[in-house]
């Protein structure tokens, strides 16, 4: 069977955060449905979507960048994501855009592309994969669990932008888990805004998967997904008291023992004027408490530095923090003002050269950190899954090591591997971010 005319098709620029990304997936995985073709460039598309991001300015500027980029190559644009939400910004800048929706609004997408640009269906001849269209290589995807957040961090704006908490039910999340274990995922990556309060919204009521109850709470939810048989990785994890009791479970190799913890600070002050949830929490104690359970586990933090007020000794203090804490991986941002974020009336504003001198002092300072976790499980034999293959070898990731976030394995003699495949390697030798390895027989 062959078509009559050309398949409608859609251009695709997805920009910002694995939050983005899932919602990026989700319109593509609906247009694909409705037989629409997809192309990652500008030629041949009938229309160009881009999908902004617009939590900080140099995030809004590229945004918007992209979006003239799209109009001067293609000219039919619509505009979906963070930046969406302020559709007066992306209209005073470029008022032809065809439509303008808000994040996670896949319905309001489609409706804009229908609108432009009806769908050619042809379900005997338009496939979609059971696992949908994914940003991702084959062997790892992000996995959403809920949207939105009901914190008021005084430097953030993702609430006014994505709305509160909103759990997605854990059925649905269950079985999208095992749709993609069973189409070859290796690695899934547990994001949303907070997953630390998972099914707060909904009192941790009750659902049901596979005809099991399941309460809608993270601690039943990991349990769940750790039957699945593949790594599961925890990302956006605020450092709630909730959060001790998965702990159990990365040291029974259920899940990853890995946390990606948003510190932001270590300033007890400085935390309060953030408006950061559990700031009152003693966090040293907390990751000692995590370590003497699974002394394997790897933590994962990032930080602002020259939030105002923020003087000289509480910037000391977030190092010291730094160095009692041993965070296995860190990254850092200079404080940034963000439209519409409360933080901005906040008096003594630290200067801009002060701020990035601090988040370099930062950096620097973390490199011999980072530097003494890797040295310390030299000689260790390890599992990792191998996201690359090329004439100098094989390159991999630890458990500790989330994907273009954290560091990789390289492995000279692993010419024989396969993209996804787990292995056994031997930790060999390390930089300050990456491990070098060999092969162990499995």
Request: charged residues 25%; negative net charge.
């Given at each position: 069977?062959?078509?009559?005319k050309?398949?409608?098709?859609?251009?695709?620029v997805?920009l910002?955060?694995?939050?983005?990304s899932a919602?990026?997936?989700?319109?593509?995985?609906?247009?694909?449905?409705?037989?629409?073709?997809?192309?990652g460039s500008?030629?041949?598309?009938?229309l160009?979507?881009?999908n902004t991001?617009?939590?900080?300015?140099?995030?809004?500027?590229?945004?918007?960048?992209?979006i003239?980029e799209a109009?001067?190559?293609?000219?039919?644009v619509?505009?979906?994501?963070?930046?969406?939400?302020?559709?007066?910004?992306?209209r005073?800048?470029?008022?032809?855009?065809?439509?303008?929706?808000?994040p996670h609004?896949?319905?309001?997408v489609?409706?804009?592309v229908?609108?432009?640009?009806?769908?050619?269906?042809?379900?005997?001849?338009?496939?979609?994969?059971?696992?949908?269209?994914?940003?991702?290589?084959?062997?790892y995807?992000?996995?959403?669990i809920?949207?939105?957040?009901?914190?008021?961090?005084?430097?953030c704006?993702?609430?006014?932008?994505?709305?509160?908490?909103?759990?997605?039910p854990?059925?649905?999340?269950?079985?999208?888990?095992?749709?993609?274990?069973?189409?070859?995922?290796?690695?899934?990556?547990?994001i949303?805004?907070?997953?630390?309060?998972?099914?707060v919204?909904?009192?941790?009521?009750?659902?049901?998967?596979?005809?099991?109850?399941?309460?809608t709470?993270?601690l039943?939810?990991?349990?769940?997904l750790?039957e699945?048989?593949?790594?599961?990785?925890?990302?956006?994890?605020?450092?709630?008291?909730s959060?001790?009791?998965?702990?159990?479970?990365?040291a029974?190799?259920?899940?990853?023992?890995?946390?990606?913890?948003?510190?932001?600070?270590a300033?007890?002050?400085i935390?309060k004027?953030?408006?950061?949830?559990a700031s009152?929490e003693?966090?040293l104690?907390?990751?000692?408490a995590?370590?003497?359970?699974?002394?394997?586990?790897?933590?994962?933090?990032?930080?602002?530095?020259?939030f105002?007020?923020e003087?000289?000794?509480?910037?000391?203090?977030?190092?010291?923090?730094?160095?009692?804490?041993k965070?296995?991986r860190?990254?850092?941002?200079?404080?940034?003002?963000?439209?519409?974020?409360?933080?901005?009336?906040l008096?003594?504003?630290?200067?801009d050269?002060?701020?990035?001198?601090?988040?370099?002092?930062?950096?620097?300072f973390?490199e011999?950190?980072?530097?003494?976790?890797l040295e310390?499980?030299?000689?260790?034999?390890?599992?990792?899954l191998?996201?690359?293959?090329?004439?100098d070898?094989?390159?991999?990731?630890?458990?500790w090591d989330?994907?273009?976030?954290?560091g990789?394995?390289?492995?000279?003699d692993?010419?024989?591997l396969?993209?996804?495949?787990?292995?056994?390697v031997?930790?060999?030798?390390?930089?300050?971010h990456?491990y070098?390895?060999?092969?162990?027989?499995?």
């Amino acid at each position: 069977m062959s078509r009559k005319k050309k398949d409608p098709t859609v251009g695709f620029v997805s920009l910002g955060c694995p939050k983005a990304s899932a919602d990026a997936e989700l319109i593509l995985t609906r247009l694909r449905a409705e037989g629409y073709q997809i192309s990652g460039s500008y030629d041949g598309a009938d229309l160009v979507v881009v999908n902004t991001c617009g939590f900080i300015d140099e995030a809004v500027e590229e945004s918007l960048d992209a979006i003239g980029e799209a109009l001067a190559e293609n000219g039919k644009v619509i505009v979906t994501g963070c930046l969406g939400a302020k559709a007066d910004v992306v209209r005073a800048a470029h008022p032809q855009v065809l439509a303008v929706t808000g994040p996670h609004a896949t319905q309001e997408v489609m409706e804009a592309v229908h609108a432009q640009l009806p769908p050619m269906h042809e379900p005997f001849i338009d496939l979609v994969p059971p696992q949908g269209i994914r940003l991702t290589p084959p062997h790892y995807a992000y996995l959403k669990i809920s949207e939105g957040c009901n914190h008021r961090c005084s430097f953030c704006i993702i609430p006014s932008l994505r709305g509160d908490l909103v759990s997605r039910p854990n059925g649905d999340v269950l079985q999208e888990a095992e749709t993609l274990a069973r189409a070859g995922v290796k690695e899934l990556l547990i994001i949303s805004q907070d997953t630390s309060a998972y099914g707060v919204d909904v009192k941790y009521r009750t659902g049901f998967h596979g005809g099991r109850p399941v309460k809608t709470r993270l601690l039943e939810l990991c349990q769940a997904l750790g039957e699945l048989g593949i790594w599961v990785r925890m990302h956006y994890v605020y450092p709630y008291p909730s959060v001790d009791h998965l702990i159990p479970l990365m040291a029974e190799g259920k899940i990853l023992p890995y946390l990606d913890v948003p510190f932001q600070h270590a300033s007890p002050r400085i935390l309060k004027l953030m408006k950061r949830p559990a700031s009152s929490e003693n966090n040293l104690e907390r990751i000692k408490a995590w370590r003497s359970i699974c002394p394997d586990i790897s933590i994962r933090s990032t930080f602002i530095t020259g939030f105002p007020g923020e003087t000289e000794a509480e910037f000391e203090e977030l190092l010291t923090f730094l160095e009692e804490a041993k965070i296995d991986r860190v990254g850092a941002f200079a404080y940034s003002p963000v439209e519409g974020a409360a933080a901005n009336t906040l008096p003594d504003a630290v200067p801009d050269e002060v701020r990035e001198e601090r988040r370099l002092q930062l950096m620097e300072f973390q490199e011999d950190i980072s530097t003494r976790c890797l040295e310390a499980k030299l000689g260790r034999t390890v599992q990792v899954l191998v996201d690359d293959v090329d004439e100098d070898g094989a390159i991999a990731r630890t458990q500790w090591d989330a994907p273009e976030i954290d560091g990789v394995v390289y492995i000279t003699d692993g010419h024989d591997l396969q993209v996804g495949d787990y292995a056994q390697v031997e930790l060999m030798d390390c930089d300050v971010h990456d491990y070098y390895a060999r092969r162990v027989p499995d």
